[in-house]
């Protein structure tokens, strides 16, 4: 392609291109210009750029008349239900970052105490079930790879049980007890759902990988428009053990959610300008004086979004386990996933 060629290659003239009527910049191809797919044009955009404005946006503190008519308009549009709120006077939340991440009242969730694998929070179930070929879909018939999303298993000496051999697959690497499988389930959290996540289990956490990303929305739309979408985007990933072994939680970021707060990792800091999309880090809870790691009671508080985002469970249970959802359902926290 020539250079005039290049030059007309660029993205304000494929955003009109998909806004102005069909054919309009046909005559372009003439030259040699070509539309990028939308696919591309939307991971161009600045989304953690502009995820981190939104995030000081919202710590601006709303004058106290203001307060009722943003944060009534907020309920309207996605359907919040203030009645489950621990402090339902909407004049207490300063900002909007402090409406989002309200906490409910102890009874409005109660945990399931027959069931071993508890939704972690609110949310619309996405997909479930076993794992197979080492990939997992993120909605029906998009799928992406579980060695992408997870990572390189190079922290294994940090887990309570050996590592696999090299000729061994990856997915033997996470399943370490004979007769059992690999199982998944996706949680989409909406905008207008509880923000705080939670232990699925008992299960101790030995270690955090941490995936600078992009910071694409992940509404099932979405999911389904870009493959591997969960890949791209930034993550927190908690592996660690539970009484039938491996078992991971991913919090998965999205637009506007810049910020993923895990409550017992001070050093955790996403959508961070010192970190670069492609490159991760971990940290090991596991050290000289603690061997366990931190160790989570089922219900037990974990962490939080702003906004909205996902949560990835994939762990390792014997093949009677049996998942409890519909595809599509919507969940709140504290409900039965599955037992065996």
Known sequence: MSRPALKLRSWPLTVLYYLLPFGALRPLSRVGWKPVSRVALYKSVPTRLL?????????????HWLRRPVYSLYIW?????????????????????????????PQARPVSGLHSVISPSDGKILNFGQV?????EQVKGVTYSLESFLGPRTYM?????????????FRNQLVTREGNELYHCVIYLAPGDYHCF????DWTVSH?????GSLMSVNPGMARWIKELFC???????????????FSLTAVGATNVGSIRIYFDRDLHTNSPRYSKGSYNDFSFVTHTNKEGVPMRKGEHLGEFNLGSTIVLIFEA???????????????????LGSL
């Open 51 to 63: 995820s981190r404005a939104w995030g000081r946006l919202n710590q601006v503190e709303l004058p």
């Open 77 to 105: 549009t996605f359907g919040v239900n203030m009645k489950e709120a621990a402090v339902e006077d909407l004049h207490h939340y300063r900002n909007l970052s402090e409406f989002f991440r309200r906490k409910l009242k």
């Open 132 to 136: 197979k070929n080492c990939e997992v």
């Open 157 to 169: 000496e940090d887990l309570p049980f050996p590592p696999a051999s090299s000729c061994d697959s």
């Open 198 to 201: 939670h232990s699925p289990t």
């Open 208 to 212: 955090r990988r941490h995936f600078p």
């Open 232 to 246: 791209h985007n930034e993550r927190v990933v908690l592996t660690g053990d539970w009484k039938h072994g491996f």
């Open 318 to 336: 014997p093949k009677d386990f049996n998942f409890r959802l519909k595809a599509g359902q919507k969940i709140r926290f504290g409900e039965a």
